[in-house]
């Protein structure tokens, strides 16, 4: 069975950084690329980050272009979002998804606040 | 950037009953590989989202075929037969055809 399964999340103040997990199993980590999605409370999706399987190739949304790094380490079968400089507007719930040119599997989100 | 346009905004719907939602896109979806990569995906309350359809009419592993998706190019419908109380939610559209991928911003089904 495939589980994504992010923490890190929390409250954080205005500027600081913060660094997302994201715990995969059931499938071949390393075979697959992965994303971030976020939702703003009460919002819809939007996507933030992508890494092909490799770490070969990330794509970011323009909005955390020079602030969130997205990484993975497939031999501890996880995946990263580092975010720093976070403004009010990143609060959100975070999802990790793992890509299949779709977003095939979903993890159950992390809370992140910002607020000072 | 592809702008997904959904509607309606919100419906609602009769158990045992059809809803159609429709999805635009700014641009073609078609792939230079020739896929389109158009997906349907439902956020049920209090849930992360989950895949119903890919490539615009393949149903994801596990997903009834009350769900059924047609389109091409820039316009796509989902459609939901003999709907079902497990049925409520934000139903999203969302393109991987190009980065940034981009979402619609929802449509929700009331019972």
């Known amino acids: 069975e495939v589980q994504l399964v992010e923490s890190g999340g929390g409250l954080v103040q205005p500027g600081r950084s913060l660094k997302l997990s994201c715990l995969a199993s059931?499938?071949?980590?390393?075979?697959?690329?992965m994303n971030w999605i976020r939702q703003a409370p009460g919002k819809g999706l939007e996507w933030v980050a992508s890494?092909?399987?490799?770490?070969?190739?990330?794509y970011s949304v323009d909005t955390v272009k020079g602030r969130f790094t997205i990484s993975r380490d497939n031999a501890k079968n996880t995946l990263y979002l580092q975010m720093t400089s976070l403004r009010s507007e990143d609060t959100a719930s975070y999802y990790c998804?793992?890509?299949?040119?779709?977003?095939?599997?979903w993890g159950q989100g992390v809370m992140v606040t910002v607020s000072s | 950037d592809v702008v997904m346009t959904q509607t309606p905004v919100s419906m609602s719907v009769s158990l045992g009953g059809q809803v159609s939602i429709s999805c635009r896109s700014s641009?073609?979806?078609?792939?230079?590989?020739?896929?389109?990569?158009l997906s349907w995906y439902i956020q049920k309350p209090s849930q992360s989202p989950q895949l119903l359809i890919y490539?615009?009419?393949n149903r994801f592993s596990g997903v009834s075929d009350r769900f059924s998706g047609s389109g091409s190019g820039t316009d796509f419908t989902l459609k939901i037969s003999r709907v079902e109380p497990d049925d409520l939610g934000v139903y999203y559209c969302?393109?991987?055809?190009?980065?940034?991928?981009?979402f619609g911003s929802g449509t929700k089904l009331e019972i």
């Open positions: 890494i092909s399987s490799s770490s070969s190739y990330t």
């Open positions: 969302g393109q991987s055809t190009q980065y940034p991928l981009t």
């Open positions: 641009q073609s979806l078609v792939h230079s590989n020739g896929n389109t990569y």
């Open positions: 490539k615009v009419s």
């Open positions: 998804a793992r890509s299949d040119n779709n977003l095939d599997y």
């Open positions: 059931g499938f071949t980590f390393s075979n697959y690329g």
